[in-house]
């Protein structure tokens, strides 16, 4: 994975991208919103992109500037004519509360079609698009059910055709309670997928909620997710066999704290798999989901940074059985920063988008939209297309990849230990500092081993210092076994050995010296000044009774 281009700006007091898409000419497209200097309040903003991060246009639209309420933009789709339609809300002016409101753009960023609907004089909001192979759009978010005993928020799911005229239209209030529907994909056969969580009467709890529907608008099937206290389902995608993918997060039942969540489905609902990380034991939450052409699944979201406690993007892939094949984190401000979309175009590549927030101010945010280029898989023997432009005819490259027409060559891992000469008390079990970083192209784990050059004296303990869990790419580890010297000894030499799991041919060797002139333990010291005393004794008697 390399990253191609990096794209932020921050004109006003908040801006945030929160979905992106791509077309067939590898044309990115950006939604969301920030801080109108005219008058304070939120407005919609598109961007597009070329596949270099060469701006295209910028649109930006504040439809009810009479209004000091928020107008965002949440989601974005590309149709098969390049056409755009971006969904979100913004303030109706007559019951001064949020409505949906729908829009769509011709590939100029010039408006076809604009459309709006209050459903209730309360909070309305469109969360997600979707496009299907006939154009027809289908948009999820919420709006307010005011007839239930609740009085809460309830799904609500629209479909219309691509001129902007309704289809059909389905809302839903599982629980009387807060209900939201946050994300939508539809398969190749025109099914539609639509992700949130409602509250679970039972524990009062939010739950994860997937639901599938024939295209019209008929339901297939329903599912609940409720394994812990606190569940949101934020992304969906579905990929060519028309299995779905959904991401989110719930809470960690160790340490109450929330923890990514991924699961895979067969198209008929069944669970396929069920992946659960908590990186950083704390705040850490699967915000969207893309899937590319080898049906492998790019994740982004967020991570809480154990350094200074804040917020830092995460981005993983994992093979379509759910097995990890590299874990990406950066931070792009020392304060919070959240990855909110991706998306991925026929060439693998893929572009996500979110925020950080470069001053001390959670409402001072910038957006950012960072490509990535995605590359081979590391395995030496299988990137058949380095087997004619390889950089390394001796066979001496340890991790490479074919990367923008270029066979790529690096180091597998760096290994050190530090301080690599030592004193020890004699018989005191004493740590040995052992650093290892990846320097692959991979996230990797290593197995470590001793050499004891002298077994009678030198006791080395290994256990447990191998990493307990695989290393991420340009990250440094701490390993610690312990040594213990016996007796006092001349000098000598412990040699640490580490292999790495992606390519056990290759290996590092680190060496740790005992210097000479030992400092001796305190039973030792305890003898040797009794025997001092009693020589000071023995010469103080023989001169007395010399006299």
């Keep these: 994975m390399v990253l191609e281009w990096n794209y932020s700006f921050n004109v006003s007091s908040a801006e945030i991208a929160n979905a992106v898409a791509v077309d067939s000419d590898k044309n990115i497209i950006v939604a969301g919103y920030d801080t109108d200097t005219t008058d304070a309040d939120d407005q919609w903003r598109i961007m597009k992109f070329d596949l270099n991060g060469t701006s295209l246009w910028n649109y930006t639209v504040n439809p009810n500037t009479t209004d000091t309420d928020d107008d965002w933009a949440r989601g974005v789709a590309v149709d098969s004519d390049k056409n755009i339609i971006v969904v979100g809300y913004d303030a109706n002016t007559t019951n001064l509360d949020d409505q949906w409101r729908i829009m769509k753009l011709d590939p100029n960023g010039v408006s ?25 759009i289908i948009v999820v978010g919420h709006d307010r059910n005011t007839t239930s005993p609740g009085g809460g928020y309830q799904w609500r799911i ?47 709890d939010y739950q994860w ?115 990890s094949i590299w874990n990406y984190t950066i931070k792009i401000s020392d304060n919070y920063n959240r990855a909110l979309g991706v998306a991925v175009d026929s060439s693998d590549s893929f572009t996500v988008v979110g925020y950080a927030t470069p001053t001390t101010s959670f409402s001072d945010t910038e957006w950012v939209v960072m490509k990535f280029t995605l590359c081979g898989n590391g395995v030496r023997d299988s990137v058949e297309k380095c087997d004619y432009s390889d950089p390394d005819p001796d066979g001496t490259c340890e991790s490479y990849q074919y990367c923008n027409n270029i066979c790529q060559c690096r180091d597998l891992f760096d290994f050190w230990v530090e301080p690599n000469q030592m004193l020890f008390t004699i018989a005191q079990k004493t740590p040995i500092n052992l650093y290892i970083k990846n320097t692959g192209y991979y996230t990797d784990s290593y197995d470590v081993e001793a050499i004891n050059p002298n077994p009678a004296v030198i006791d080395i303990d290994i256990s447990g210092s191998s990493p307990t869990k695989p290393i991420d790419i340009g990250t440094t580890e701490l390993v610690r076994p312990w ?33 000479e002139g030992l400092p001796i333990s305190l039973y030792e010291l305890s003898i040797l000044g009794l025997i001092t005393l009693m020589v000071l004794a023995g010469i103080v008697y023989f001169y007395v009774m010399k006299l």
Excluded at 168 to 175: E, I
Excluded at 290 to 305: F, W, Y
Aim: aromatic share 12%; no cysteine; hydrophobic share 35%.
């Design 158 to 204: 629209m479909k219309f055709y691509p001129n902007g005229t309704s289809l059909w239209n389905y809302t839903v209030d599982p629980n009387s309670s807060s209900d939201q529907a946050l994300s939508v994909a539809v398969d190749s056969d025109k099914n539609i997928i639509v992700v949130g969580y409602d509250r679970n009467t039972t524990g009062f």
């Design 209 to 323: 909620r997937i639901m599938k529907f024939y295209p019209d608008g008929t339901s297939f099937w329903n599912k609940t997710i409720n394994t812990s206290a606190y569940e949101i389902a934020n992304g969906v995608a579905v990929d060519s066999d028309k299995n779905i993918i959904v991401v989110g997060h719930d809470t960690n039942t160790t340490g109450f704290n929330d923890q990514w969540k991924i699961m895979k489905f067969y198209p008929d609902g069944t669970s396929f798999w069920d992946y659960t990380v908590n990186p950083n034991s704390s705040y850490d939450q699967a915000h969207a989901v893309a899937v590319d052409s080898n049906k492998n699944i790019i994740v982004v979201g967020l991570d809480t940074n154990t350094t200074g406690f804040k917020n830092q993007w995460r981005i993983m892939k994992l093979d379509p059985n759910g097995v």
């Design 112 to 136: 076809i079609w604009n459309y709006t609907t209050n459903p209730s004089t309360n909070h309305d909001q469109a969360y997600a698009v979707a496009v299907d192979s006939d154009k027809n």
């Design 483 to 515: 040594v213990t010297v016996l007796a006092t000894t001349t000098s000598d030499e412990i040699t640490f050995n580490v292999t790495s799991s992606t390519n056990p041919e290759k290996y590092r060797t680190a060496i740790l010296s005992i210097a």
